[in-house]
């Protein structure tokens, strides 16, 4: 069975392509409809390139879309859509494709707000509907390898966990010609109240939790608008508690000079540690307790069966980031074929890709961070 | 204008996704007909997997997919055929497909010998006909900026050329239980009589090629069959003369453990020096003379445009495998569409991707190296 | 001119012979005297050892070796001594050493509180008295190189500072036979109120200090004592703020496993970032915006002539922790040999080694991290 | 005992101080007489600087020197003599101190050809006298632990050994002020037959040798002589063939801009394989069959004792150039301490430093290359 998707943007900027390739890598999903950009020309230009070929199915709204498809017969419309369109649009949207009952992946963040998210929960599990959201790096097979490890006592206790993101591309943008990006993620009108703490601190705390199983209980959060002209902060530093005696750093930034996108996770533990890095996303640094660091390597028969399976190619051949959202949208064709078969729902926990849930965790943390940075840099509970 | 395409193989292995993958990347081809497997069931299920739905366009030979297309109207029948079966049956396909009119896209290595390549340049170009041969890491975006900087001069007069592929899956395949790689790659009859030297030292002469646009005019080669038991050498050390003075070692090897798939290339000039590894293909180590090395990486304004050109995602977000083909598949279906616009033909070298000239070349590298091999490891003069 | 100097202390432990082979590695000071160990055998077994062979310069305590040397005739007594004792006898042999009219060099932490090193301090002053303190880090050359770049603006104004020290060697201890480091370090009566924050945070502190002339202004600490049996603190992270907007996050541990020795330190500016790391101690990662990353190594002609003039050996010729030792050696020896020759005295900072002075702001820093983190994590000014 | 050394040379260069240095770093030996140069001057500022103080130890000449210290009383005169000149003195300066009874340290090469050399190792075979050749690398703690890696059959049996060690000093000293080195290293009067092959080519083979037991059975090498104007070579390649079906390449480089001192050997067993790399020269990166790489350091307890007995800090503390020395001159110092406690004689192998057999080897390897360059690249066996 091959599934059939639209998706609403991606007639500019680069993630609607990435998508696009996630979702077609395994032959799962086929790209039917679209509401690719507001602007008529455009629309119709992505879906040209992009092979929806029916006229009928570019829709020039997403209420359009959402409207028409779902009066289509079952056989015909499609199973889910994909949305990609900037920050503060995404709950609208998701709304409205939710209760007209169709399926949904949206890229992150999920919403603006908590409460958002929560509704967009509510709904789709009102409705049985399958909500994923797209956290690039939880998709990298050596994080489920990692994840594997912990979960199997590799590391014994958790201790610590270090986590950063640290990005130059603002910084650089600004004195750059091109400066496209920053001008949106900077306007909090679009992007919500938060700027680099939802759009790459959110990236960070999810690793975390698909790793280890954790997520913040409480946090201390210092936000630096850097430069100050700025209208949201670019650089996040936070001090962490995730419950029994296990606390932790975490730094994102967007002005880190020398740092293109070096996410990395650090975990502790009693008995060993393990490292993940987004600069070589295939490797995972493991120490055994006095004994030397070794180097996890993807496509090995030496990986948990979780693992491999995300594995595509022949060891040492660099699979990135297309691969990543590849790994996701597999993950959730799979859980949704499955479904349409009868064989299982949204509670079933058997495939492994980053939910609406996860998304609304995600903005419970980004808030806690807003509220304790407005109290001083004091704790603050986590929802 | 988007291209149709078919492929011959691809049923069985990886490569044939790749290629898929490759193609589509850019949406300049669709896959429209094939013959996937000689294996009827293998055939269908591929084509089902793949979205080659028009059952007519499913050939159970390729004898049969180039004599009915070919009988399709023009803006009907297939543009080009990617090639990507066990080695020994690229020419009779290559020559065949050549005959009934089709450009042609094939896996290296382009024949068994060079007579052979030599057949299917002549064909090609009588018919005016564009041959693309996928030597993979040429597709890098950081290969093309590494071939400007030599160009322009940014490294001197060349000196001295070190490069290496040492690769450990053999020896570990052979004490595993999946050798099946193993069982063909290592039998004369299905991959020539060369194993390790035309598997991957052609991936590495094909490198230095791109790069510094020099190929050995001689060489001293050693092959080392390990273990013994084999019929094919796994481990090939090579001394090479590019001319001008310039000389060079090339070591490949399938039994070396502890590396994956680490071909690197290190090119040596009087001013300067550039280091390329596929550890992390989108860096260039480059040295000036006297001043701290430099790590360039994709995607960077600072880069040439051609390198430019071939990045696709935001600094530091990894582009691997599959793009490294997609750039091929770009360059070449990009001349394509320029030829049947009439802009260009196959001598116009605007559009850089490798060709069957230089498969030939290739051939002729390993040609010389197993004369020198038989010799007594004494000079060889590449043909 | 060569000095002659004393120890007291380094009969047991690594650290005597560090700083009696950084002393003479330019030979700059002979070892003369000592009172190595209060075991009366190990003191005449290091004294033998380490080529003292007057045996009334060997001294069965502290005391009698400040009251006799003192008492010997200006040119044949020692010039200076080095403190190389546990933590909590810093203070008392330093002072008594002052009092006598000797100069000194003291290992780190200078003393167990603030009050005592400002009584070091004042004492010194009033004494015209040279004092060093051994921050081992900040004696490596490329350390002096991070030091003129930024002060030279090579990476404008800074924005953020990162530095972390993670080891492992508590843990692992624990878990070996031989924990005895583990021990003494783990005693308040020995080590202090403070375990990593003192011995490990103060280095990560004043090599910050080093490189940017920066100190925290105010300090949010959080320490875990892990394992929970132990008395001190051996995880310890801080969130700090330098004044004029930046900020930064330093993480030290002890119990990190998967980290031998890692001090590094991140450097952010608008124009450019630094990174030092300690694993490479010798390297120095210098980004210019928009450019592609630098390395910079020992040796070289382009590095700053102070910097340049730490370095010993040819490019790429390891110099690792006895070097830094010597380095700092040098830079006050030499200092001394000034101030002997009436060129110089204790406020001229034509040579760079840390002081009494930087002794009592590391003191201060620990102190106001230890009140962060007995008050809820709250913000403390540092004195 | 403490053991008492004189020094020929040393008054100019660095690598006089780094013998000193090493040779005093376990306290084993003072440096008690000396003829640092034939400059008056420069002699006696060196022996003030190094605490030589004893104006009738300093000699003007390397015969006076000999001749006056065999004279003196056993216990007073000195018990072995370092020798670290330019190459073309080595042998006559050997020679007569050999003859005068004393046991030699001598600065590799140690002579200028194999007949020299042999001569050299008559003469103390028939004197009885301990004759150590400082190659550097072989010091190094680590190195010692992939020994008995080896040996153990931790990799199996050896299928293919790599080694290079590319240097750009020379490109780069010829481009700027600084070619003192330069110039006296290109000079065959001075440096002997061979340049790049001696100076450096050696030093891979030592350390070959010392990590596997294996030396060259035969070579093919080509010497390129870059930039033209020089009178030796300053690029070599070999292909070498070590008995057993074992080949492999080696590549020693002085114009080979980005790399400072890169010496590396890596070794390919049938189970497992081995790289060592002068960048992190307490590092070993260790490969078995199917298993992750793991990386070994120094100061470790899973190391071999005979590797942990050569380290002398905790765990990542750098120990570098002067260390290595150091090791050489411990376990020489060692041997001639137990020597003259009648424990020990130069058959005996329990202390481990390369011995003036090894320096004829050396020198044998040399040759060949030389001869084997001479003929057109052919094979020529190593004596």
Chains 1, 2, 3, 4 share one sequence.
Not at 48 to 69: C, F, H, K, P
Request: proline content about 4%; aromatic content about 10%; hydrophobic content about 35%.
């Amino acid at each position: 069975m091959k599934l059939k998707f639209g998706m609403v943007g991606g007639g500019g900027g680069f993630i609607g392509n990435v998508h696009r390739q996630g979702a077609q890598l395994d032959v799962l999903a086929v790209l039917t409809a679209g509401s690719f950009s507001r602007n008529d020309e455009k629309n119709k230009e992505t879906a040209a390139l992009w092979g929806v070929e029916d006229s009928n199915r570019i829709y020039s709204s997403y209420q359009e879309m959402a409207d028409t498809e779902a009066a289509l017969p079952e056989d015909i419309r499609i199973d889910f859509v994909s949305i990609v369109t900037p920050n503060n649009t995404h709950y609208p949207i998701a709304k409205y494709f939710l209760e007209k009952g169709f399926h949904i992946v949206c890229d992150k963040p999920l919403a603006l707000t908590s409460e958002q998210g929560e509704e967009l929960e509510k709904l789709s599990r009102e409705k049985g509907l399958l909500f994923g959201v797209t956290y690039t790096f939880t998709g990298y097979a050596i994080v489920k390898q990692a994840q594997e490890m912990v979960k199997s006592g590799m590391i014994g206790k958790i201790i610590n966990i270090q986590a950063e993101y640290p990005q130059e591309w603002l910084l650089v943008g600004l004195n750059a010609a091109h400066s496209d990006q920053a001008t949106w993620r900077m306007d909090p009108q679009v992007s919500g109240p938060s700027g680099c703490c939802a759009d790459i601190g959110s990236h960070a705390e999810s690793l975390i939790y698909k790793i280890t199983g954790l997520r913040p209980k409480r946090v201390i959060a210092k936000f630096d608008t850097i430069p100050k002209t700025l209208k949201l902060e670019t650089n996040v530093q936070i001090l962490a508690e995730y419950g029994d005696g296990i606390s932790g750093l975490i730094w994102t930034s967007q002005v880190a000079l020398g740092h293109e996108t070096e996410l990395r996770v650090r975990i502790y533990g009693e008995t060993g540690s393990l490292e993940w890095s987004h600069i070589k996303p295939w490797e995972l640094r493991y120490t055994k307790i006095n004994e030397p660091p070794q180097i996890y390597t993807t496509s090995r028969d030496y990986l948990f069966p979780s693992a491999q399976r995300l594995c595509r190619l022949p060891t040492g051949h660099i699979e990135g980031y297309y691969e990543a959202f590849g790994n996701i949208y597999r993950e959730y064709c799979t859980a949704l074929i499955a479904k349409k078969n009868g064989q299982d729902d949204q509670n079933d926990h058997r495939y492994d890709y980053p939910t609406v849930h996860d998304g609304i965790k995600g903005l419970y943390f980004v808030e806690a961070c807003i509220e304790s940075n407005g109290k001083n840099n004091t704790w603050v509970e986590v929802k």
